[in-house]
């Protein structure tokens, strides 16, 4: 039996990655400091595991930005519009101006576009492909990382991404071609990457198929079987894993058993089920290892021994003991570092403590487990094992985990919860006296630039150097400041800006009954980015309002109407670590009641205008169509629950970001907020289509600022595109606001941005009144 790691996570555990990175970015940094971090976080991933006694250690899991990009880079599919950089530049240099864009004397490029990883928070970048695109092995990071562990006497199981998958997670840039067919272009130089892997010394490579977990084509599982009959063939000496996770492989799975691989990987986690369905598969025919992903890549549980020895039990009486190994589920990138670096009580109890595993105690309890089942009865680990019963046991009759007033309340929810009072139409009346808002109305998505200072007193205030008045005062101040501004350059609709939020789903976490904090449970959101997920482990309720006092704040410095804003219960259970005692659509119903308490409260405190947020619905959608209406039904309705407590004149904004719309189009109409702001600047407004085509009812702000890059938009820019909005939609349902928040923007751009924003809507406005 092997222990097999899909990957580990690269930020450091102290996030020293993105640390060097964006000093390197700003000119702080030489190139080899950074390149020197690099080695140093690949060696220590790779030590801990090998001393930890893992088996099939994980290389080229390592990344300066995404493996995606890296994936670009190595099959050389590099966009014409960095052709001069990568004449003049370094290749790392070039890699981060596809990630981040180039904007200098010399250069003026755009990033490639960013895109969530299945349906993970993690962002990769989406490749582009041209109808004649060329592949060339332009880079061989994967063979020097597996060099760079051989050096230190690691023998490691390169990961690769399929061509396969490469290809369907990519963008025809052009008409006229499926990116599948430019598989034949592709596989030589994939077959010399192999090679060169190969010479290196590799026996084992793994090559990561997720796309296995989605509904393909029949063209697309040809494609595959091609690829690996030929890997095959290529290379019979090669121990071959396929590698696919988080979610069955369902209508795949007849063509995966076919395939001449080493070994198949199983996510056990996200599908238990397929275990049985393969061992009685008629086509299996037992010449393959099964990697058993049975420790969750994807959450900080820790496993259930006892259960996990069974399974490996059963599987191993049906195959032989040879053909098992133990794995995580799917990459460790999803979990945060280091368990044992958490020693403060106030964030994360004991209690809570004692449940947890996060990527290094999995490596642990992967050795554990193998050990069990081969049937070491030495103290050591028969203590884990005791250890792991008890701490289950505790968790399952703890005190903590269950209140009994929260499920009461959640069983006496009926449908008028979840329904507004009065129509869209009605409410709308009602809110246009109420508001007394121009034509064009201007709004901003909520966060207003997070400065380096203003993380700075949070810092200060968590270490005890600040007191808690003197970091409100801080606060206060800068929101002053904030509506001060938004009510010189002439906004209508305003908000506090955030300045008090960590981030929008760990902020609701820490003031939530039912979650607990991480101090350094971060995890890679993208590039530099990483977000610390709240860790949801029993009922959730609100024991106090969490945003009312600094709304009320912001609302009593202007007459004008300020926005309450709040994150709505799909993101933050889409955004937490979440229990797995419990359905997700009861745990979601339970944020919901909680937020429907607070939106409840801005009203009552007189906040006219309440925004939750929910960029999160989209991603949460289950892999596979066929599980998709049970899903929205439940987040449709959780949304419902949240807002529906208000009077008609409260108008309900909701905002969502960096989705396609199409398919689920009469789900966000069912929503029924009043306004929905969602991104369509860097579409040209193309995004918008599907709210026309549908004749989506309600109002509706489309972006017109692109916030995720520093340009600052024209107002001619801005007018044209409002112009082609009012072409679209009836001018009474159309607001103007950026794409999204501005908490990742510096103070100058935005204030010039949305100068020019307010200008376009007031010539638009000024164009209304000359046409009556
Ligand atoms: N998911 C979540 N949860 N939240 C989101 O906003 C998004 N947005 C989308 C999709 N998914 C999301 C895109 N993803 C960030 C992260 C994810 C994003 C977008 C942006 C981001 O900016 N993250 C920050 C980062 O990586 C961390 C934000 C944070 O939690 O830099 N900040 C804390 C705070 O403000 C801690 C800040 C910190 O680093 O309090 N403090 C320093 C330290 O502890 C000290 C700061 C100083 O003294 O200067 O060392
Ligand atoms: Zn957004």
Known sequence: MKTNVLGYPRIGAKRELKKVSERYWKGTATKTELVEMGKQLKLSNWKLMQNAGIDLIPSNDFSFYDQ??????????????????????????LYFAMARGLQNNEFDVTAMEMTKWFDTNYHYLVPEFTANQEFELFSLKPVHEFKEALAHNITTKPVVLSPVTYLLLGKEKEGGFNRIDLLDNLLPVFYKLIEGLVDAGATYIQIDEPCLALDITDKDREAIKKLYSTLAYKFPELNVILTSYFDCYGDNLETVLQLPVHALHLDLVRCSLQLDDILNATNFKNDKILSLGIIDGRNIWKTNFEDTIATIKKVEAQI????????????????????????????????????????????????????????????????????NTRALKAKKESSIIHNAAVKARLSLLTAKDSERNAEFLSRQKIQKDQLKLPAYPTTTI???????????????????????????????????????????????????????????????????????????GWVQSYGSRAVKPPI????????????????????????????????????????????????RSETCKQIALAIRDEVNDLEEVGLQAIQVDEPAIREGLPL?????????????????????????KTQIHTHMCYCEFNDIIQHIANLDADVITIET??????????????????????????????????????????????????VDNIWVNPDCGLKTRDWPETKLALENLVQAAKTMRSKLETAY
């Not at 305003?494 to 760990?506: I, K, W, Y």
């Not at 169509?625 to 008609?648: M, N, P, Q």
């Open 446 to 520: 909520g966060s207003f630039p997070q400065t380096k200072e203003v993380r700075s007193w949070r810092s200060k205030f968590k270490k005890k150097e600040l007191s808690l008045d003197a970091y409100n005062q801080l606060i206060k101040q800068e929101i002053e400041e904030t509506i001060r501004f938004q009510e010189k350059i002439g906004l209508d609709v305003l908000v506090h800006g955030e300045c008090e939020r960590n981030d929008m789903v760990e902020y609701f976490g820490e003031k939530l009954e039912g979650f607990a904090i991480s101090n350094f």
């Open 320 to 387: 032989g003991k040879d053909n098992v190994w133990l794995a995580t589920s799917c990459s460790l990138l999803h979990s945060p570092y280091d368990l044992d670096l958490e020693e403060s009580e106030e964030a994360l109890p004991v209690s809570v403590k004692q449940w947890l595993a996060f990527a290094k105690q999995k490596v642990d309890e992967l050795v554990t487990l193998k050990k069990l089942a081969a049937g070491d009865a030495s103290k050591e680990v028969l203590t884990k094992l005791v250890d």
């Open 681 to 730: 600047s860097r579409s040209k407004m193309d995004l918008l289509n599907v709210f026309v085509d549908f004749k989506y009812p309600n109002e509706i702000g489309p972006g017109v600022y692109d916030i995720h890059s520093p340009r600052v938009p024209e107002v001619s820019e801005i007018e044209e595109l409002l112009q082609k909005a009012s072409k679209l939609l009836p």
């Open 624 to 648: 596979r169509k066929e599980h998709w209406s049970a899903y929205l039904s439940w987040a449709v309705e959780s949304f419902k629950i949240a807002t529906s407590g208000v009077a008609d």
């Open 536 to 583: 949801l482990f029993g009922d959730v309720s609100r024991p106090v309002p969490m945003t009312v006092k600094w709304s009320d704040y912001a609302q009593s410095l202007s007459s004008k109407v300020v926005k309450g804003m709040l994150t709505g219960p799909v993101t933050i259970l889409q955004w937490s670590f979440v229990r797995n005692d419990q359905s």
């Open 68 to 93: 995606v990009l890296d994936a670009t880079l190595t099959y050389g599919c590099i966009p014409a519009r960095y052709q001069k950089i990568k004449e003049k530049e370094s290749q790392l240099d």
